[in-house]
Structure formats: structure tokens, C-alpha cells
């Protein structure tokens, strides 16, 4: 029965040497191996065997871990005190380093990220470091990165969490947002005020050129039609004269023509005359006229008379000038009623003037003794 029960112990001893022999590292671990307190090897992931008793294997998880940085007051360069907490992510890359060369890598990492918070935001303003969150990820990251290198650590990135000012600054904070809005606000409104004024000043600045340039042109409008009337007026005023002289030239020619076709005779136009005179003496004028010396109205009658009386180159020149006064006379009337027609179916609107139809002739030449008048027979 002894021997039965020394098996089992030594069995068990047996089973439980055999145990704490092999040991089995993790793929995401890796095996620092000591023997009799020294550094032996690395070991990787997978099943060792070691000695018992005289080996002994520190399992080092090779994962990326996180450090929360506790919060801190920081005193920026503006003197402000501000409350900061960051995280930092880390992971080993060499276990014999991060097992012999610090004793407690979470403590180490945690102290120097405050003392690193304090440097990097304490040379900063409370503006650029509330807006500056990047620039102090970067040089944490670097700081820590460069003092845990001899751990056997990189520090992948290190985030801010939070930064939050004193109740006070973020009252300011908060009433300086507001009057900045505010600002935006009234600035914003002023200028819609402005570009409405400009607006409506180029509107009214385009209806006053609008407004001078169409009271120009009425102008313009009104200057050429008053050109153009009183262009008219001269042009019909022009041919009433002309119509009026070439009425007159007319008569006179006819009158000439007349006188001459009918040959008359000394005594009608003794007759003329004094009826002439007795027309003179019965108006209505309280004046009336008579010659100087009556006997000299007396002596031209006499001498028109005598003009009369002569021959004038026979009876046969007499007849020839009355036959050409009655020619002249009649051809005077044809062109009078031809040049009726042609104004009666002439345009009315045309300001076009003709030409005087019939040319005005000059009074003929008295010849021989007839040229001058004689002396008033005696009375």
C-alpha cells in the first residue's frame, strides 16, 4: 500500500514537472525567456519546453494598445488655465527592451505625455491651441516617440480629448461669439443696404439718361419739325409772292396786250382820264389830290392827244400792232389756262415752287416823235 501511494506522488510530481515544462505563447504575444535570471532568447508564438524550476518565460503582448492621459491644467501662454487630456496609442516592438529597460512602461508613458501637454500648450495661446489640435497630436506623437524608443515602443498617434477653459473665458468665449455674429450680422444687413442703395442709384442714374436722352431726342424732334414749318412757311410764302408778282406781270402784260389789240382812240382815252379824275374827286378821302397846275394836267392830256393823233407809220403799222397785241393776247390766255390746269392737278403737299409760267417783258421803246411827251397846248 506504501509503494502504491509513493507512485501516485511521484506520478503526480512527474505530471506536474511535465506541466510547468511546456509553456504555449500566443500568436499576437511574444516569449522573453530567462535562465537561472538571464536573458536567454526570444521565443514566438507557438508550444515551448523549457526547464523547470531554471527557465522562466515573460509573455509580452505585442498589440497596439491605449494610454488615457489623466486631465491636467496646463497655463498657456496668454495665462489661461486650461483642463487638457489626451490618449495615447502605442505599440511594442521589442520585448526584451519593454521588459528590461522600464519597469512600469503604463506610469512612464503617462508622466512624460503630461509633462510633454505642459511644454507644447504652454506655448501656445488659448485661441491657437483650442484650433491647433493637429499641430499638438504631431508633437506629442514625435516627443513620445523619441523618448519611448529605447522602451521598445512606437507611439503610433497620440489624440487631445478634451481642452476646456476656466467657466469664465468660455462665458467670454461665448459673449465674444456673440458679438461676433453679431458683427457678421450688422456688416452682412449693411452691405445688402449698400448693394440695395447702389442699386437703386444706378436704376435711377440709367431713367435720368433714360429721361434726358428721350428729352433730347423730343428736342431734336421738335427743333427739326419747327425747321421744317418754318421751311414750309418761307417756301409757301416765296410762292404766293411769286404768284402774286407773276398775277401782276400777268395783268399788266394783259392790260398791255389789250390796249394795244384794241387800238383805241384819243378821244376814249381822254375820257379815261377824266373819268379817272372825277373817281379821284368822288371818294370818300376828306384830301383830294389834284395836279399842281391844272393846266398842265390840261397840257398831258393834250399831249397824249397828239401821241394818238400821228400815224405811227400808217394805218397798216397801227393795224399790224393790233394784230400782234391780239396774237399776244391770246396766246397770254392759253398759257394761263394751261398752267390752271397743271396747278390744279399738281400735288397740294409738294413745297416745290414752279417757275413764273409767263416771263414779265420789259415796256416797249416809244419811237419818232412820240418818244416825248409835247408841251401842253395853250389854254
Known amino acids: 500500500m506504501q509503494y502504491v501511494v509513493a507512485i501516485a506522488i511521484l506520478a503526480f510530481v512527474l505530471l506536474a514537472f511535465a506541466a510547468s515544462a511546456v509553456k504555449i505563447v500566443q500568436p499576437f504575444q511574444r516569449g522573453v525567456k530567462e535562465r537561472l535570471g538571464k536573458y536567454r532568447e526570444t521565443l514566438d508564438p507557438g508550444m515551448r519546453v523549457i526547464i523547470p524550476f531554471a527557465d522562466r518565460i515573460r509573455l509580452v503582448d505585442m498589440r497596439e494598445q491605449v494610454v488615457d492621459v489623466p486631465p491636467q491644467e496646463v497655463i498657456t501662454s496668454d495665462n489661461v488655465v486650461v483642463s487638457v487630456d489626451a490618449v495615447v496609442y502605442y505599440e511594442p516592438t521589442d520585448p526584451q527592451r519593454l521588459v528590461y529597460n522600464v519597469a512600469n512602461f503604463i506610469l512612464a508613458v503617462t508622466k512624460l505625455a503630461q509633462t510633454n501637454l505642459r511644454n507644447v500648450i504652454g506655448d501656445m495661446q488659448l485661441d491657437q491651441a483650442l484650433t491647433s489640435r493637429d499641430n499638438i497630436n504631431h508633437g506629442l506623437r514625435d516627443i513620445l516617440d523619441d523618448a519611448t524608443d529605447k522602451w521598445g515602443v512606437r507611439v503610433v498617434r497620440v489624440e487631445i480629448q478634451r481642452i476646456d477653459p476656466p467657466p469664465d ?59 421744317e414749318a418754318t421751311k414750309a412757311r418761307a417756301e409757301a410764302e416765296r410762292f404766293r409772292q411769286l404768284t402774286v408778282a407773276e398775277g401782276e406781270a400777268q395783268a399788266i402784260t394783259t392790260v398791255y396786250n389789250a390796249i394795244h389789240a384794241g387800238d383805241p382812240s384819243p378821244d376814249l382815252l381822254a375820257i379815261k382820264y377824266l373819268e379817272a ?103
Open 169 to 227: 473665458v468660455m462665458h467670454a468665449m461665448h459673449e465674444q461669439m456673440k458679438a461676433e455674429r453679431t458683427r457678421r450680422a450688422v456688416v452682412t444687413e449693411a452691405d445688402g443696404r449698400r448693394s440695395a442703395a447702389i442699386t437703386a442709384a444706378e436704376g435711377e442714374k440709367a431713367s435720368a439718361i433714360l429721361k434726358a436722352e428721350g428729352e433730347r431726342q423730343r428736342q431734336i424732334l421738335q427743333a427739326q419739325g419747327d425747321a
Open 277 to 379: 379824275l372825277g373817281r379821284i374827286a368822288n371818294g370818300n378821302a376828306t384830301k383830294i389830290f389834284l395836279p399842281a397846275d391844272f393846266a398842265s394836267g390840261l397840257g398831258t392830256l393834250g399831249a397824249v392827244a397828239e401821241l394818238f393823233k400821228g400815224d405811227g407809220g400808217g394805218a397798216e403799222a397801227r393795224g399790224a400792232r393790233a394784230e400782234a397785241g391780239r396774237a399776244a393776247l391770246a396766246e397770254q390766255l392759253r398759257s394761263i389756262d394751261r398752267t390752271r390746269s397743271e396747278e390744279a392737278s399738281r400735288d397740294v403737299g409738294s413745297t416745290t415752287v414752279p417757275p413764273p409760267v409767263v416771263a414779265i417783258p420789259e415796256p416797249p421803246a416809244l419811237e419818232g416823235p412820240e418818244s416825248s411827251l409835247p408841251p401842253p397846248p395853250p389854254a
